[in-house]
């Protein structure tokens, strides 16, 4: 089975501060991402990244960073977190089906609360 | 981004029937999938379909991919408490750098 793990399940923040959300996956996937889930909003995509050292944004990169320095961790970086980051960060993973990008697996989230 | 369309946003169904939920699009997509997740918890892949017309089970749960490739549905059959959970739909495009694209979610409430 498929095992993406978070670091934190829950994690209390001050504005400001630098935050750091890690990320796991035991497969080998090549891909990885994070979104944040909002009420009424759904998933929105950050940021993702295809290979080590590579990331690409997503639909709302603002105020994050990502770290892809080794295949299986995919850290998200709040660099000066803000009240309106305050959501559920989930990571997933998913590998290559041929040329595609298969099927997305995610982590358990992090409620993250910036105060 | 877009988003796939479900509706509607709430469900509220007795243990013991079926239910069943759609999602469209007004674009194709390749691959359509379906997760659920429950309260504190991120979501897990319930149903993945690669081919049109593909139909799909899994248990009590089975997933249709619509022919026109823009649109599936899920059927619940027999439902439990524990079917409670937020459903998503999410489609992929072909393309090695497609990124999933999600509907907003249906939640799913059953009476015992």
């Known amino acids: 089975d498929v095992k993406v793990t978070q670091s934190s399940r829950y994690l209390v923040k001050r504005t400001g501060e630098k935050v750091f959300l890690e990320c796991v996956q035991d497969m080998d996937h090549e891909n990885m991402f994070w979104y944040r889930q909002d009420p009424g909003l759904g998933l929105r995509l950050i940021y993702f990244s295809y290979d080590v050292k590579m990331k690409e944004k997503g639909d709302i990169p603002e105020g994050y960073s990502v770290s892809r320095e080794k295949k299986e961790r995919f850290s998200l970086i709040l660099e000066s977190a803000s009240t309106n980051q305050t959501s559920m960060y989930l990571c997933?993973?998913?590998?290559?089906?041929?040329?595609?990008?298969?099927?997305?697996?995610f982590g358990p989230g992090t409620r993250l609360t910036v105060l | 981004g877009q988003q796939l369309n479900q509706s509607p946003q709430s469900m509220f169904i007795q243990e013991g029937e079926d239910v069943s939920m759609n999602c469209t699009s007004s674009s194709i997509f390749n691959t359509w999938l379906w997760y659920k997740q429950e309260p504190g918890e991120g979501p897990v892949l319930l149903i993945a379909l690669y081919k049109a017309g593909e139909l799909t089970s899994n248990g009590r749960l089975t997933a249709q991919f619509g022919i026109t490739r823009k649109d599936s549905f899920l059927n619940i059959s027999a439902s439990i408490p524990s079917d409670v959970g937020i459903y998503f739909c999410?489609?992929?495009?072909?393309?090695?750098?497609?990124?999933?694209?999600f509907g907003k979610g249906i939640t799913l409430s059953v009476r015992p």
């Open positions: 999410a489609g992929l495009r072909t393309g090695a750098n497609s990124k999933l694209t």
């Open positions: 997933a993973s998913s590998d290559m089906r041929g040329a595609l990008v298969d099927t997305q697996y």
